[in-house]
Structures are given as structure tokens and as C-alpha cells.
């Protein structure tokens, strides 16, 4: 009977699991640059969480502190817990006239944190395909554009950031990037595919739960039988 429970048990964790997943996706669907996540499991059926890194669609805005990677790799920021990665372009300036994310923390350069004079920025500051970044026709930095050969090892890191699980003398530049100024990347989430898995994964837990339920009306109904033998 033990053998019996756990299936269902076992069944009803990973379809919960995948549940929060799903969800976690769905809540996370107009967030610039987030790559969508799902679950597989290994042949012990041990719980793993696999990133899906396709390319979300572009969209103009217009602002001239938007860039869009095309293709792969990441924009580099530097954290107080050290350096972390991202796809979200989405930029802004500091009183100080530093590059920064939406959390306040420089964009990193080949040259190191990006400082940009805000005078004159919506005419005069000009991204290439490559990443030069141009003021008034002056070339002031690069943005640093790194990807990992094993991807599996980048870290959902909180605040749309992401850790690399090994050393920094992994990164890799990113051969022929294409960055595309005024536009940021949406996320890769197809809302109609996320909800048709939301119900079917919904569907299966309830399926577990009952057949918990059942293993649970069998079993109480054995002790109760079971205390009534004379």
C-alpha cells in the first residue's frame, strides 16, 4: 500500500512544481528581456529547471537609452554582490552620468562602467550594430557583450538578473552582435502556450490529489473495519 501512495504523492509534487513554474512565467510575460523556464525531470526523477534562451520579439521605443541584442549573449552589470548579466536593455543615467539598470547598477563597457554626457543625449548619442557607442560622432566606449558555451549553468539572480555558476574567465564575446538602439527585447513567454499548460498541469494535480484521497478513504476505512473484528 506505501508503494501505491507514494506514486500519487510523488506525481502531485511534480505537477505542483510545474504549476509554479508556469505561473511564475505567466507573471513575468511583460518583463523585458525574461527568459521562460520549464521543468523536466532526470531518470530518478529528480526535479530540473531548464532555461529556454530564444530570442523574445523587439519592439521600438524610441528611447535613445533602449538597446536590443540580437542574437545571443548579455549586457554586463556590476552588483554589489559582483558581476551579473541581462538581456533587458533597458537603461538609464545616474546623477553622475553613469549607465545603469533599472536597479541602479553601471552597464558595464569594454572600457568599464559606461559614462555618458547627458547634454544634448537625444541627438547626439548613437549606438552601432557593434556596440560602439557614439557621442556627438565620437566613439566614448563598447558595451561589453559576453555569452557562456554552457548556458545551463546561468542562475535566475532576482531583479530580471542573472549569475553565471562558474568562473568570470568563462565569458565569451559574442562574435558579430548586433545591437539595435531605441528598441528593447519582450520576453520569449507566449501567454496562450503558458495557459494551455497552466490547465492541463492543473488537471493532473487534481487527478493526484483524488487518488490521495482515495489511498486515504481505503485506509481509514481498513483501521476502522480492522477495530470493529471481534
Do not use: C, W
Not at 513554474?21 to 526535479?47: H, P, Y
Not at 551579473?84 to 552597464?107: A, E, M
Not at 565569458?171 to 528593447?184: G, H, K, S, Y
Request: proline share 3%.
Amino acid at each position: 500500500m506505501i508503494l501505491e501512495v507514494t506514486r500519487p504523492v510523488q506525481g502531485g509534487l511534480r505537477h505542483e512544481r510545474k504549476l509554479e513554474t508556469v505561473s511564475n512565467n505567466l507573471a513575468n510575460a511583460d518583463t523585458n528581456g525574461f527568459k521562460k523556464d520549464s521543468v523536466s525531470f532526470d531518470a530518478k526523477l529528480n526535479i530540473q529547471l531548464n532555461k529556454d534562451f530564444s530570442q523574445g520579439a523587439a519592439v521600438t521605443t524610441g528611447n535613445p537609452l533602449d538597446f536590443f541584442i540580437s542574437g545571443p549573449g548579455f549586457f554586463k552589470v556590476e552588483t554589489p554582490d559582483g558581476i551579473k548579466y541581462t538581456r533587458n536593455g533597458n537603461f538609464s543615467l545616474d546623477p553622475n552620468g553613469i549607465l545603469v539598470d533599472q536597479g541602479g547598477n553601471p552597464v558595464m563597457g569594454q572600457g568599464g562602467a559606461i559614462a555618458i554626457d547627458a547634454e544634448n543625449i537625444e541627438q547626439g548619442l548613437s549606438v552601432n550594430e557593434s556596440g560602439e557607442i557614439s557621442l556627438n560622432g565620437e566613439v566614448i566606449d563598447t558595451f561589453d557583450i559576453v555569452t557562456f558555451a554552457d548556458l545551463r549553468k546561468i542562475q535566475r539572480d532576482g531583479k530580471n538578473l542573472l549569475s553565471y555558476d562558474g568562473e568570470t574567465t568563462d565569458e565569451q564575446p559574442v562574435d558579430n552582435v548586433v545591437i539595435q538602439q531605441r528598441a528593447l527585447e519582450k520576453s520569449n513567454v507566449s501567454v496562450v502556450e503558458e495557459m494551455v499548460r497552466m490547465i492541463d498541469y492543473h488537471r493532473m494535480f487534481e487527478t493526484y490529489t483524488k487518488s490521495i484521497l482515495t489511498f486515504d478513504e481505503v485506509d481509514s476505512k481498513a483501521i476502522n473495519d480492522v477495530g470493529t473484528l471481534r
